[in-house]
Structure formats: C-alpha cells, structure tokens
RNA sequence: UGACCCAUGGUGUAACGGUAGCACUCCGGUUUUUGGUAUCGUCAGUCAAGGUUCGAAUCCUUGUGGGUCAACCA
C-alpha cells in the first residue's frame, strides 16, 4: 500500500509554503482572467486547468474575471464565447466578474493616489511621454508637469472624468521613479481618455483605467491569494506590488501575483494578434476552424474536453518557455476515443471490388462489433453485397510480402465479411485499374465458427458495399504550419510557414449506411484510418466528416 | 551593452543536499479479423568551468545560451 507521492508543480510547492507559514486554508482564492477581445486556445486551456484545478484541490473559489478596461478591442460576442468554452472545458466559476464593475472604486482609489502625492496627470502627447521614458538601458527623464500641485491634479483629473478635455490629451500617471531599471516603474500611465462605448458601462465613462492599475486592485477587491499570469508580466510585479501598497488596509489579504510559462505547442501559433491574422487574411475559415489552435477550433476538429484538460494536466506547469509536441495532445484524444469511439467503416479514395463467386443479387447483413474495447458497445449490422468498395491502397497487383494487403492470388479477410482472393483487375485506357475480381471463401464468413473462418489470413481491410454505402465529403486536415515553432524566426514572418496542404477535401468517400443517423459532433473510428466527428457544417443529405487525428500507422513509417 | 527570468534525454516535466524518474516521440519483439489497441523491451539527459560538502541536477561564483522589458494593449 504505498501512498504515491504525486509531485506538486511549482505553483503547488508556493501555495503549500504559503499555507505552511500560515495562511489560511479557507483564504485561498484564484480567478481565472481573460480579455473579452478574442477566442481562448489550448494555451489559455492550460491557464484554466491550472487555476479552476487549484479550485477544485483546495477546495477554493475561482472567479471568472473579465479584463474589460479597453473598450476599443471588447466585445460582448468574446464574452459569451470564452464563457461557453470554459463551460464546455468542465469547469464552474464561483462568481462572474468584470473590471468594469470596479470602475467606481478603482477611480477613488486613484483620488486617493493623487491626495497621498503618488500620482499626477500629464498633458504631454503620448510621443513626449514616451522619449522621456527613456530606453531599458537608458534612464528617463522626469515630466515637466510631474510637480504639479495636488489640488490642480485633481482638477484635471476631475475634468478627464467628466468629459471635458480631449481624448489623448491628458493622462493620470503613477509617481514612481523615472531612473528606475524596471521601464514599467517609470511612472506608468494610470487612466487614459477614451471617448468609446464600453460593453457593460455604456458611456458612463470618459476614462478607462490601464492594466495594471486594474489588476492588482482588481485581485485586491476580491481577496483572490494567488494572481496566476504567464511569464511576461515578471517585470509587471514590481508594480503589481507598488499599487497594492497604495491601498492596501494593513488587514486583509494581499494577493500575490506569480508567473508561469504559456504552453507553446508545436506546428501552431498561440497569441490571439497571429490567430486574428489568420482569421481575418483568410487562412483558415474562422476563429473556430478546424486547424485552428483555438478551443472552439479543437472542439470542431473533434477533441474533447477531457482530452484537452488531460493534455494539460500532463504537459505540466513550469517557468522556462517550451514548445510542446503536438503528438502529445494527439495521444491523449486517441487515448481517450480509443475506449469511446463506434468502430465504422469508410472508405475514402474507392475502388471497385467484385466478388466473382458471389451471387449476383444476393445481399446478406454481417454482424459487427462496435468497439472492441468496450465490451457494453454491442453490435451492429452492415449490409455486404457482390460489388464494394475498398481502399484504392489496399490493392497491389503484385508486392512483396511485408504488403499485407490484397495482392493477385493472393488472400486477405474483408473485416467482419469473408476471406477473399484477388484474381485479375481490369483496367481503363490510362491503364488505372476500375475494378478488381476476386473470389470469395463462402465458408469463412466472420464470427461463423467454421473452421475456414478461424483461417489466419496476414491482412484484414475495409469495405462499403457499393449498393448500400452512402456518399459522403471528408476533410482530412493537417498541421497549419510547416515549421515547428512558425513564429520563432526572427528575420521571417510566421505566415510564410503555412503548410498549403493542412486541408484536403475528399468529397466522394464512402460511408457505411449506419452511419445515417448521425449528428452533428458524432465520433467514430473509421477503422484502420483514424477518428473522424461531424462536422458543423454536415446536411442530412450530404454529410461532412472531419479528421481528428489519423491512426498510428506503422506502415506507412516503414515505408518512408 | 542595463535589469529581471530561465537552463534535466528529441519533446514536456519530476527529483528540494543522498540510486536522475514519469509521460510523449522514435526504434524493436509479442499478441491481434483494425499494420489500431494492448503488452514487453531498447536508445537517450542534468549548458560549461570553478567552488562549498563525506556527498551537488539541487547551494555559491563566473561564463555561455535562451527569454522578457522602451503600447494612452492586456
């Protein structure tokens, strides 16, 4: 009975040091906090699973928090799509929040900051502001209107609020240090002027408070302990702690900010500038294509949520930057439709196959298994007839014996049918072959128990009965980009490294008739090539499949 | 020529001063009415140099390499 230690990642190690010199158990809080200005991706899946996953170990509320302080770039139709995907991901926020609900108190804490001389606004353009900031290896220069009186301070910033100065004309800035190291201790901009309709607030206000004047206080107002951001915020803690002190009562929590590395995945691009670039220059269809890193892309595509938080929870939680293999969120989606996926048959690039032997208008129905690895999926029927339709690369007229497939004179079993033998083919004027003859064992018919059907034959291959089958459009896709980490070049533009074939649309495939019934979203193995879903865009009487990811094929490895 | 962060097999992560482990990938064997699955196995790692210590992936120093920071974005 060893107890298995299960390693904590370093975020766990804090939390638990943190509980160890006494926090309190019931204090711990999270928030996951994304901005309404785009779509989540595997990336922010990462960021989800860690936080509501602290949650729901501890015990502890996450909140839904909503980073909407720039009116410019949010948009309602962001929220209810980051929402549903959350949703969709397993997870359940405690309270849904916005930094918009805080406006009020974030614009009294600022008075605040200018009574305390912490804070002055500067009528300078945004160019000056910026040459006094000086470079990260160069100081900056103090703002002429750093000295401002307070009570003219919070004139100005009284007349920013009502509306009575222009937009871009003034800013309230933070009084800090402009000689120090951290570029964003330089006295950062606290509120800007922006005439523009906020999402929630309306046209209530005429200032719009940055980032991390926000934040921080934002953690604050809701006691979250542990403020969980990617990497580059490092130097944003710094003021992250700087504010914090401004208003902090001596009393209650102080949250605390920590960085982790974003989840890079290989093949693909994560920041949601490239992913909108795709979107827009028409690379893919949309923010929920197939291809697309995008959580609503991978849920089209026929990922499912488990293996989405599976693929998370084992990539792990680190602080050096990574791109992660592709392969290893396709594992955890073969993995999981491995046990869960009806096992059909399809067959994508036909060619006739006619049962010389087999009577000409018999028709039987085969029995077969659903899934093999799962004993309650039970059975189906499927209708077998003299002409079907196999795979165009299952047939060789003549190979060498690793080619287990059908070759002349040669036999293989037709999965859950007979064990047949090619005879001749017959060929058009290009010398393609039309149709292959063979000839069937009528003793071995699958699960029989004769003893002819106990007969090991090397290869098994699929069919559709060309009678029965029904057409159907299959989009196989591929990696989006050709290189593993597209936008690692700094001298090239990550577009350049789109990969021209990520999609390819068969639209004469053929599908077993069971598969009528299908909806929207359905999954399946088609068998002895990969694990297929409907797609969105399927219509009852032309339905569309799309690829998941292809089956492990050891053959076509050794044939490389 | 700054500050800060990071460095463990091909990839992602563990080991918290005491046997470098796990997963994915790759390669090979067995089983198989899916060249799938399952199962067994192989290859493969502590960035470098010093130092502290009985003992260093771990602590210290220096170097090397990578990342971040100069939006009225988050």
Redesign the pocket.
Known sequence: MAEEKK????IE?IIEEDLKLGLNLDKLRFRF???P?GYLHIGHAASICLNFGLGIKYNAPVNLRF????P??EEQEYVDAIKNDIKWLGFEWTNELY?SDYFQQLYDWAILLIKKDKAYV?????AQ??EQ?????KVGTDSPNRNRSIDDNLELFEKMKNGDLK?????LRAKISMTA????MRDP?IY???YEKHHRTGNDWNI?????W??GESDYIEQVSHSLCT??????RELYNWFLKQVYSGEDLKPKQR?F?R??L?YTVMSK?KLLQLVEEGFVKGWDDPRMPTISGLRRRGYTAKSIRDFSN????????????I??L??HI??EL??TAP?VMAVLYPVKLVITNYPENKEEILIAEN???DENSGTREIPFSRVLYIEKEDFRGQANK????LKLDKEV??????IIKANAVVKDENGEITEIHCTYDEE?????GSEA??R??K????WVSVKHAVKAEVRLYDRLFTEEAPD?H?EKDFKEFINSESLKVIDNAFIEPSLKTAQIRDQF?F???GYFNVDDDSKKDKMVFNRTVP????????N?
Do not use: C
Request: a positive charge; charged letters at 30%.
């Open positions: 390693s904590l990642n370093f190690q906090p994304p901005e200005n980073d909407d302080t720039n410019t770039k930094s500067d009528n300078q353009t945004s502001i910026a900031k000086g470079t990260p290896t937009e871009g004309s003034h800013v190291n951290n570029m964003l901009i800007r002027i922006l719009y408070p940055m980032y991390d926000t934040h990497l580059e915020f490092n130097p944003h960085e590395a989840r890079n290989s500038r084992t990539a792990g939680i680190a602080k050096r930057d990574n791109v992660t293999d392969a290893l396709e594992f073969k993995n491995n046990k096992r899934n093999p690895e690793k080619f287990f497939r079993r037709l999965k859950n049918a007979y071995s018919k699958s699960g029989s059907s106990k090991k034959v290869g098994t291959i699929h690692a700094k193995q068998q002895r090539l089956l492990r094929d050891s053959w076509a490895k050794q490389k």
